[in-house]
């Protein structure tokens, strides 16, 4: 069942690529001649790609890189060395590879719904000249409708587009064979000197062409992203088993079509298939390629809420949408930005072979930074040695680099929109990090807890009955709430606790290693919750669980105290461009606060404001 909702989630952006792979191969732009032999060297090089980066790079290698269940480039970053702050971590340059890859992404994801949809519903221009003003109007709707069941969860998304998906496989695979049985010599493209020699008889125009071959193998990415949602095995059961001999028989399929029928290229999927069945087909298409767009809004998903809790993007509202698997999120802010960007990308490009134009850069510059972290992984995580950690990721650099060079051209015809959606994301997230590291500096004037116990050793204040609970940013620190309490009311609860979140770099944390309780003193008591990356930190619900010696915890007789800072920028004080300072504060003023992403109850929540100045 995991396997066959792999096949909605996971597979759709790969399995949607025969739609408009085959057809840009071939795209004017190119100035190839449709001749068998230029033919039976693109779906040589389609086989290849396939087998050498989904199978080999991702199947085999990539995914075993797991940081704890969990796959995706900021896992793997985490994977290979502590996320510390900007500019102190030993290896500054594999952080910041790290987030601009996931950069990277954000920009795959909103082109990946819109050339996949827009691509299917272009379909029916095969049959009429009727549907040709609705393409875009419809393909809109069609996106709404996406993004408006994301509320419902991946696993609901999961099982309704699982069999949906089977099918499509299966329709994909029956006409590839159909097209086979007119054309059994297309299956000689296996051989990889089909490949050299279209190289060798082509030269640049036929490197250049692996841009559009690159559209294959674009879903790799999100497959090692979604990990976490189902598990290795079955996304592995999932590809050998359907997605590959289903993609592999269709390419063929296609190209045998070509080699008989050169003037089918423009429409070369929707012309494998009878006249009577193109309807149904569009339909299905249309379907799938909805599927397709999950892979990468889910993704979008996990990111966020990985970046968000490694310290690179603002607390956001983020929902649990399955009790039992931990990577099931939907996070409302991201799932609306990215479908008024999709809808917004539509509108500009028009059609799908524009957008594939712009389609490939962002993900092939990813691939190749998970190529250059996972050679970090493999020497020190895995202990491999320099020559076969080296050879390994060499042979994977290489197709990579391949790859990102054909794409290169396509920069000034669109392929500058993903990489100018990276940067401003990497720029964001960035000038978060540095923020948040310079607000705590800015505000680690606060007294420590010793010198706060000494004080009230000798002018103890007004003890009130009662458990008050204090967030507290630092373990050996008095937080800002507690002492403003102090200041401005002169009383201390009777039972003082003050709560400390921190993140380890795994995704989930164990339960015996949940908790670490401090020394007690004057009624003040000190506990450090630990949370993974993928978690969400209900900070009430884990205190439910923690034993903490002579203190009581009754929920309907507990205040939580927590600390709200407004950051002012200034130019007096070093740290980061003045502009970069307003950017953080805003971010801060609009990010969830504490109080509800820790999911105090509203109720017993106390929150005192203070001014930090950067």
């Not at 940081?67 to 030993?90: D, F, M, W, Y």
């Not at 040709?132 to 709707?141: D, R």
């Not at 059961?237 to 190209?255: E, I, K, R, S, T």
Request: hydrophobic share 50%; net charge neutral.
């Amino acid at each position: 069942m995991l396997s066959l909702s792999a096949l909605g989630i996971v597979y759709g952006d790969i399995g949607t690529s025969p739609l408009y792979a085959m057809r840009e191969s071939f795209h004017a732009s190119h100035g190839l001649a449709l001749t068998p032999a230029n033919i039976l060297g693109v779906v040589s090089l389609i086989f290849w790609a396939l087998v050498t980066v989904v199978t080999i790079k991702y199947l085999i290698f990539i995914v075993k890189a797991d940081n704890r269940g969990e796959g995706g480039i900021l896992a793997l970053t985490a994977l290979a060395t502590p996320i510390k702050q900007i500019g102190t971590s030993g290896k500054k340059w594999v952080v910041l590879l790290g987030v601009f890859g996931a950069a990277l992404l954000y920009g795959d994801g909103i082109i990946t719904p819109a050339i996949s949809v827009l691509s299917s519903i272009e379909g029916l221009n095969v049959a009429t000249d009727f549907f040709e003003p609705y393409i875009i109007p419809l393909t809109i709707l069609i996106l709404i409708g996406l993004f408006l069941i994301q509320r419902f969860g991946t696993a609901l998304v999961g099982k309704l587009f699982g069999p949906i998906t089977l099918l499509w496989f299966t329709v994909l695979a029956v006409l590839g064979v159909v097209n086979i049985i007119h054309e059994p010599g297309v299956i000689r493209a296996i051989n990889p000197l089909y490949g050299w020699e279209f190289f060798q008889n082509n030269g640049w125009k036929g490197f250049l062409v692996l841009g559009s071959v690159f559209l294959v193998v674009t879903g790799g990415e999100a497959l090692y992203a979604d990990m976490g949602h189902f598990g290795r095995r079955p996304i592995r059961v999932a590809w050998y088993v359907v997605v590959l001999p289903a993609l592999l028989l269709n390419y063929m399929g296609q190209a045998a079509l070509l080699i008989r029928e050169p003037e089918a290229v423009e429409h070369s999927f929707f012309r494998m298939a009878p006249s009577w069945a193109l309807y149904p087909l569009v339909i299905l298409a249309t379907l799938a390629t909805v599927i397709a767009s999950q892979a990468l809004i889910s993704g979008a998903f996990s990111i966020t809420m990985q970046a968000s809790q490694l310290g690179f993007l603002p607390r956001t509202r983020t929902l649990h949408t399955s009790r039992t698997e931990y990577g099931q999120i939907y996070i409302p802010v991201v799932n609306w930005l990215l479908m008024v960007a999709c809808i917004l990308v539509v509108i500009a490009f028009q059609t799908s072979s524009n957008l594939a134009a712009a389609y490939g850069i962002a993900v092939t510059s990813t691939m190749a930074i998970t190529s250059i972290i996972f050679y970090v992984v493999a020497r020190e995580h895995w202990g491999w040695s320099g020559l076969k950690a080296g050879s390994l990721t060499g042979f994977f650099l290489v197709i990579d680099m391949a790859f990102l060079i054909a794409n290169a051209v396509k920069i000034p015809h669109g392929g500058w929109f993903p990489l100018v959606v990276a940067v401003v994301l990497f720029t964001i997230m960035t000038t978060w990090k540095r923020g948040q590291h310079l607000v705590a500096a800015r505000a680690s004037s606060d007294q420590l807890l010793s010198e706060l116990t000494n004080r009230i050793t000798h002018d103890p204040p007004v003890r009130v009955p009662g458990t008050a609970i204090f967030l507290s940013a630092r373990r050996d620190g008095a937080p800002e709430a507690l002492l403003a309490n102090m200041r401005h009311n002169g009383v201390l609860h009777q039972h003082i606790l003050l709560v400390t979140v921190e993140y380890r770099q795994v995704p989930h944390v164990e339960e015996h290693e949940r908790f670490l309780l401090g020394e007690a003193s004057h009624g003040f008591q000190t506990l450090t919750i630990f949370f993974g990356f993928m978690e969400d930190p209900d900070v009430p619900n884990a205190l439910a669980k923690a034993v903490i010696p002579g203190l009581p915890f009754d929920p309907e007789q507990t205040t939580y105290f927590v600390n709200r800072t407004k950051v002012i920028a200034t130019k007096q004080l070093p740290g980061m461009a003045l502009w970069r300072e307003r950017l953080y504060a805003v971010m801060l003023q609009n990010s969830t606060s504490a109080a509800d992403f820790f999911s105090l109850p509203p109720t017993a929540t106390i929150e005192i404001g203070t001014r930090v100045e950067v």
